[in-house]
């Protein structure tokens, strides 16, 4: 689903964030992205859904390689691939409901499958009942929960999370990651970018760790300690 | 092709946008209003100068004085030459005798005193009665350079300029309506991109979502073409009530003065004034969104 070949990527101010990438994730795979501040855990991210492109190396989504794709195609590889930051991105000025919806008005999705859809992603996120409150009435993991449900409503392949619970308490933190386990056993190949160890061992999956832009230990079921490596 | 209801959420979008950006759209509506107002107002003396000129037509003769050597060849050369020009209208060959003739008729009683020339005074003529142009005083340099060419006369002085005042009208004209255009293709998008910086992390999700280029320019293509038609229609109002009391004006000092006033030539001049809002919207909106939305 997602593969990566010799991928570095520089900035602009010569900041080497990935350096000799290569990476293979399956469809359905759940893959945590462990290292320290720095590592190029987002770098990596963005790289997926080409919101920026690699300095060389190749990239393949779904066996097409994203790096020739032509400017007006950006949008339909982003809408197979479900976006969750950290710091949300909601629009605050719109409720819950019109928050999530607004991922089907971009792809000119029907009314009625707007409605229908909309309320099914939010209701899969246990906000069926706070769905019109705008996103200053809601919790850290409720707000979270909305970005999850406009990352999912349209049914993408891929769901890539950036610390999805990094301002949350361990417990909503942990709910979250069952919300995200749920999804995965969906089908979705989904990938989590996280600092939070205590997670990261409690539900033993796959963890890619990344230092210094490289990848230093792929492991299957794999745990993580900040002092390790 | 975009879907109805996406239309009708963008139209709401571009709404809010011209709520949202307040005073400033309102200062570019007035812009633009002002600038299609002096447009419309400089096709408007245009149109009237034109039609004055229509009205002048029987005017703008020139006269061509042969010189009594000209040979027959040298005069069908310069007919040739009359019939390829397509100012000209239409000639007419007046020879001596028939002058004289014209002449006697003329004078009446007072034709007596003709009767004691030894030979016709008169020359041959050509009068040449040309379309409307402003290049009546180029045409007749032209023809009476030819040497067969004794001397030339034209109409009544005031009838060239008019037309001069025509020519200035046109270039000054064009100048100013050049640059009130560029002010207000300058203002529309400075408009369009506070806008598009208010709403940019709209736009940030937008693209993070997979929208494509066009979904995300289009509230702003319409909010600028709606700044667009608001200034068109407030100019229109503002031209068609200043022209009706002005008309009312002048004819009751000029009652004979014979003014643009058939609605089919308003209503095109305001359908001009209009769709030349909309082009300046669009134009001042893609200028101020290639900045911002590669
Ligand atoms: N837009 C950018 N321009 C320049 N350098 C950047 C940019 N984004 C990231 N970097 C640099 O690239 C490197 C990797 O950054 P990245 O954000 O991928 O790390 P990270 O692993 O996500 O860190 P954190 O855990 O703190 O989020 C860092 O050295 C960072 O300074
Ligand atoms: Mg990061």
């Known amino acids: ?229 | 092709m975009m879907k109805f209801n996406t239309l009708v959420y963008h139209f709401r979008q571009s709404l809010n946008g011209f709520k949202r950006s307040g005073i400033m759209a309102m200062a570019t509506i007035s812009t633009v209003a002002a600038s299609l107002m002096i447009l419309g107002a400089f096709l408007l003396f245009h149109g009237n100068l034109n039609l004055l000129l229509q009205n002048l037509q029987g005017q703008l003769k020139v006269n061509f004085y042969l010189k009594d050597g000209a040979s027959e060849r040298e005069i069908s050369e310069f007919i040739q030459g009359l019939k390829q020009e397509p100012v000209v209208r239409d000639f007419e060959i007046i020879s001596k005798a028939d002058a004289l003739d014209l002449l006697r008729k003329d004078l009446g009683e007072d034709s007596v005193l003709l009767d004691n020339l030894s030979r016709n005074p008169l020359p041959n003529t050509i009068t040449v009665t040309l379309h409307p142009t402003e290049e009546i005083r180029a045409f007749r340099e032209k023809y009476a350079a030819n040497p067969m060419i004794e001397s030339s006369s034209s109409g009544k002085d005031w009838v060239e300029q008019i037309l001069n005042l025509i020519h200035l009208a046109k270039v000054s004209g064009t100048f100013i309506v050049v640059f009130l255009g560029l002010a207000s293709l300058f203002i529309i998008s400075n408009t369009i991109r506070l806008t598009v910086f208010a709403r940019r992390h709209e736009i940030e999700i937008m693209r993070l979502v997979g929208a494509t280029n066009w979904f995300i320019r289009s509230p702003f293509l319409m909010e600028g073409v709606l700044q667009g038609i608001a200034g068109a229609l407030i100019a229109t109002l503002f031209l068609a009530f200043g022209y009706g009391l002005l008309q009312d004006r002048l004819l009751m000092f000029f009652p004979e003065l014979k003014l643009l006033s058939s609605q089919a030539d308003l209503i095109q001049l305001y359908l001009k004034l209009f769709f030349l809002g909309i082009a300046l919207g669009l134009l001042g909106s893609l200028l101020s969104l290639r900045k911002f939305l590669v």
């Open chain 1, 1 to 229: 689903m997602i593969q990566m070949f010799q991928v570095s990527k520089v900035y602009s101010n010569q900041n080497k964030a990935l350096d000799q990438i290569n990476l293979h994730i399956d469809k359905g795979e759940f893959v945590f992205l462990v290292g320290p501040s720095g590592a190029g855990k987002t770098t990596l991210m963005r790289l997926i859904f080409r919101d920026e492109v690699p300095s060389s190396g190749s990239i393949l989504i779904d066996g097409r390689n994203i790096e020739r794709l032509s400017a007006g195609a950006i949008p339909y590889l982003r809408r197979s691939i479900g976006v969750v930051f950290q710091d949300f991105k909601l629009l605050q000025d719109k409720s819950a409901w019109e928050n999530v919806a607004f991922a089907l008005r971009v792809v000119e999705a029907p009314p009625h499958e707007i409605e229908i859809r909309t309320n099914q992603a939010l209701d899969m996120m246990g906000l069926g009942h706070k769905k019109h409150h705008l996103p200053s009435e809601l919790s850290g993991g409720e707000q979270q929960r909305v970005c999850i449900a406009r990352a999912l409503v349209n049914d993408p392949a891929i769901l890539l999370t950036d610390e999805p619970t990094g301002n949350l308490d361990p417990e909503l933190g942990y709910e979250i990651m069952k919300v995200l386990l749920d999804i995965n056993s969906r089908g979705t190949t989904v990938l989590v970018a996280t600092h939070d160890a205590s997670l990261v061992n409690r539900l033993q999956r796959r963890v890619l760790h990344l230092r210094n832009g490289k990848i230093v230990k792929d492991s299957l079921r794999g745990t993580y300690h900040h002092d390790e490596i």
